[in-house]
């Protein structure tokens, strides 16, 4: 039975940040989409050094977000993928440095990925250097800054919010 709650505690997780980084991305779409790209939910991206649920919840919120948001399709896809690289290596990196792991793996996944999305997919006309740097901006500002103040409220608390899943 304890297996069984454990599962459903997961995806509840997930499901909760999916949820909740859809809202942050829909609320603040001015900010969201474009070369300059301040996206609030990418504050969220600091949830896997708390939980693997925030893995897949991150994935899908994104893809949500960014679809409910008016992107286009490759925008949906590899913006996406962006989102769960930058999970998958957070959660990696979780136990190596307090203040590192959480927002580097997404800022690096968005500036690498991003930028070619925009060129190739938007026909934005920048070049693809300017263009990391302004996306880069934009994901210290929102994974680093804010997704750092998050860190270190949620930390605070860890044990009662994020119960241990699977």
């Known amino acids: 039975m304890k297996n069984s709650s454990n599962k459903v505690l ?3 997780q997930a499901a909760m940040i999916a949820a909740i980084y ?3 991305t829909v609320v603040g779409a001015s900010l969201a989409f474009g070369e300059v790209q ?14 693997p649920a925030a ?16 992107a286009i399709l ?3 896809i590899f913006g996406s993928l962006a989102t769960l690289i930058g999970a998958i290596f957070t959660w990696s990196l979780r136990n190596k440095s307090k203040f590192l792991a959480p927002p580097v793996p997404p800022v690096v996944a968005n ?11 938007y026909m934005v006309p920048l070049p693809i250097p300017f263009m990391m740097l302004t996306v ?3 994901e210290v500002i929102s994974a680093g800054v804010l997704g750092l103040i998050l860190y270190g409220a949620l930390n605070k608390y ?5 119960k241990k899943a699977l």
């Open 10 to 12: 997961y995806l509840a």
């Open 22 to 24: 859809v809202v942050l």
């Open 38 to 51: 301040i996206r609030f939910a990418e504050a969220l991206t600091i949830l896997p050094v708390f939980t």
């Open 55 to 70: 893995i897949p919840g991150l994935f899908v919120g994104c893809l949500i977000g960014n679809t409910l948001g008016g």
């Open 74 to 76: 490759p925008d949906i």
């Open 111 to 121: 500036i690498i990925v991003v930028p070619f999305v925009l060129k190739y997919a």
């Open 136 to 138: 880069g901006v934009g």
């Open 158 to 162: 860890r044990g009662i919010i994020f």
